[in-house]
């Protein structure tokens, strides 16, 4: 079992589980899986997963999904007081999506050392130039979360040797 992240709030968990199964989904349909959930007032106004491949659409991505559900539920751009838990550190489009529609706070899973622009990469979510800065906390069940890129990755090599 992973240690409570620095700034672990009830229900963290529990969402960040929903966020597991929303990635799993998007492995379902050959996408990389990543899952993302919003939640405001300890209710789930988005939940997604990556559907790039779905839709041949280079900016879905389960966090920008996520957060239109969000703005329509809420009727406003601006999602002030919402949690996001995603498995993975959001990118740099993603970040920025999270600084541009107010986000509190975000709960990811694992690092992404490669591509991670909420601390391993760059920080985009807490950029003091920026006009809004997102309270951060990764590492919730990031072994989990980690695990099922490193399976998903390894099945595709894997495959991609079997073609040759």
Not at 35 to 59: F, H, M, W, Y
Not at 115 to 122: D, M, T
């Amino acid at each position: 079992m992973d240690k409570k992240t620095m700034n672990e709030h009830d229900g963290d968990r529990q969402f960040m589980q929903l966020a597991i199964e929303q990635a799993r989904k998007a492995e379902d349909d050959g996408d990389v899986p990543i899952g993302a959930v919003i939640v405001c007032d300890s209710k789930i106004i988005g939940k997604a997963c990556n559907q790039r491949e779905l839709l041949n659409d280079p900016t879905a991505h389960a966090e920008i999904i996520a957060l239109t559900q969000a703005a329509a539920a809420l009727d406003t751009w601006r999602l002030a007081g919402c949690t996001v838990y995603v498995t993975l550190e959001p990118c740099c489009m993603c970040a920025g999506a999270l600084v541009l529609a107010r986000i509190d706070r975000l709960v990811f899973g694992c690092e992404d050392p490669k591509a991670g622009a909420c601390g391993s990469l760059y920080n985009i979510v807490q950029d003091d130039r920026l006009n809004h800065r997102v309270e951060t906390a990764g590492g919730l069940l990031a072994h989990e979360c980690g695990e099922l890129l490193r399976q998903f990755f390894s099945a595709r090599r894997s495959g991609a040797e079997d073609n040759v």
